[in-house]
């Protein structure tokens, strides 16, 4: 253990000259290409008989040598950065012990952090901790597996061999392999949330939701990746990222041949296909496929606008037309057209706008022949043949089939005249009567 906490410091000690060093390498870049031609180790500096690239894999480690001597010391290693990029023999012993210590040292403050959520006595923790093996005496008969405690071993073979779901609920008709699975369910009948965050005024029906939503005050992110610096609060979050990484996409669509990371895409997606959508407003008779589409929807009854912009006082309902509307404060156009030089803050925008280069027009009015290449165009005409005025004065009794139609009618109450002219004093409540007016000065 000393050696390894030598190597440690050693490698720590080695990065903190090479910084220092790599200034050196900025100003003179002769020496830069003396560097590359002879290969020279880029923690201690010194040549050695065999190299290794430090951009390669770790042998049995799943991350890059440059990886792990990034999450050991605090400094950034990247490809095509001027500086050698070579390691030798010595050196790459010293970073994989290093990081070899990291993740054991994170592992065993896991293991600790667990045994003190379940109020393990400090005199036991050795015994916990350290033990090489914990009895289990209650053994599956079905197969391998053994357990501390026979109820542990009773729901295993219930949830896992025998399907065996005796815990019936007197409300519906869900049964449960365990009385604590029965005990959290009927907690969404009665709305009973006994566990309560201590830091705000939310409160959880399952110990477990408490726990992750504590995590939100903290900040604690306990789940690491060991390929990239990024962490996470839940460990479902750190599997589905991990598979970033590999590429795996074990969910497959029953329908289709598309594949998917995680269970809660591929349920996404099989609702395109059956058409299922479970969440219904309790306000209205509408339906959607996910549950925060329906949580957006609901704010339209509410009127609740969460999402404030920071560089004026506008709220919005959605994140994402908040992210659109700042960009009309930055100028920011991400989308880009690849037939013609026109940008667009939003990629809604973007789509119209391509179909004025293919022609496309794919909505179609079910009273008449017209379509039209983009839905917002094909609402307000339906009302043509509908009649439906949805947008109503709150000053007098008229209303209106297009919303602008009703900003402009609002202007003859309140008097509001927001369009300036540039060459005189006079302002309009219309943007046409503010063009008919300028072509009086030409």
């Known amino acids: 253990m000393l050696d390894i ?17 790599n200034f050196s390498i900025q100003v003179k870049k002769n020496l830069t290409i003396q560097i590359m031609e002879v290969q020279i180790c880029r923690a201690c500096l010194g040549t050695s008989p065999v190299m290794i690239n430090i951009f390669d894999n770790a042998p049995g480690l799943g991350i890059s040598i440059a990886g792990m001597i990034t999450q050991c010391t605090p ?36 293991k600790i952090l667990k045994l003190k959520n379940r109020k393990v006595l400090t005199v036991n923790l050795r015994k916990d901790v350290c033990s090489p093996e914990i009895k289990k005496p209650h053994k599956c008969t ?17 949830g896992v061999h025998t399907g065996e779901r005796p815990y019936k609920c007197s409300h519906c008709s869900k049964s449960f392999s365990s009385r604590e699975g029965l005990k959290i369910h009927i907690r969404t009948h009665t709305g009973e949330k006994p566990y309560k965050c201590s830091q705000c005024p939310k409160s ?27 962490s996470f609060a839940q460990k479902n979050g750190l599997t589905s990222h991990t598979r970033t990484h590999t590429g795996e996409r074990p969910y497959s669509c029953t329908h289709c041949s598309k594949s998917f990371s995680t269970q ?33 929807h609901m704010r339209t009854h509410t009127g609740e606008r969460p999402y404030k912009c920071s560089h ?13 509307h700042i960009r009309t404060h930055t100028g920011e156009r991400p989308y880009k057209c690849s037939q013609c030089s026109k940008s667009f803050s939003n990629r809604g925008y973007l789509t119209a706008h391509i179909r004025t280069h293919t022609g496309e027009r794919p909505y179609k009015c079910s009273h008449c022949s017209k379509s039209f290449s983009s839905r917002s165009y094909l609402t307000p005409h339906i009302r043509t043949h509908t009649g439906e005025r949805p947008y109503k004065c709150s000053h007098c009794s008229k209303s209106f089939s297009f919303k602008s139609n009703l900003i402009e009618h609002i202007r003859t109450h309140t008097g509001e005249r927001p369009y300036k002219c ?10 046409n009567t503010l063009n008919r007016h300028i072509r009086t000065h030409k």
């Open 142 to 158: 079905y197969c391998q597996k053994t357990f501390k405690k026979k109820w542990n071993l009773q729901q295993h073979m219930r």
């Open 422 to 431: 540039s060459h005189c004093s006079k302002s309009f409540s219309h943007k």
């Open 5 to 21: 906490l030598r190597c440690v410091l050693r490698l720590y000690q080695v990065y903190k000259y090479i910084s220092k060093y």
């Open 312 to 324: 004026c006082s506008k709220l919005f309902s959605i994140r994402s037309h908040l992210k659109t």
């Open 75 to 110: 400094y950034e290693i990247s490809k095509g950065d001027g500086f050698p990029e070579n390691i030798c023999e010595s050196c790459l012993h010293c970073a994989r012990s290093a990081f070899e210590i990291r993740q054991t040292i994170e592992k065993s403050h896991q």
């Open 264 to 296: 809660s895409q591929v349920m996404l997606h099989i609702r395109t296909h059956t058409g299922e959508r479970p969440y219904k407003c309790s306000h209205c008779s509408k339906s959607f496929s996910e549950k925060g589409s329906l949580k957006k």
């Open 204 to 230: 959880f029906s399952t110990k477990d939701h408490l726990q992750l939503h504590i995590r939100t005050h903290t900040g604690e992110r306990p789940y690491k990746c060991p390929q990239c610096p990024q």
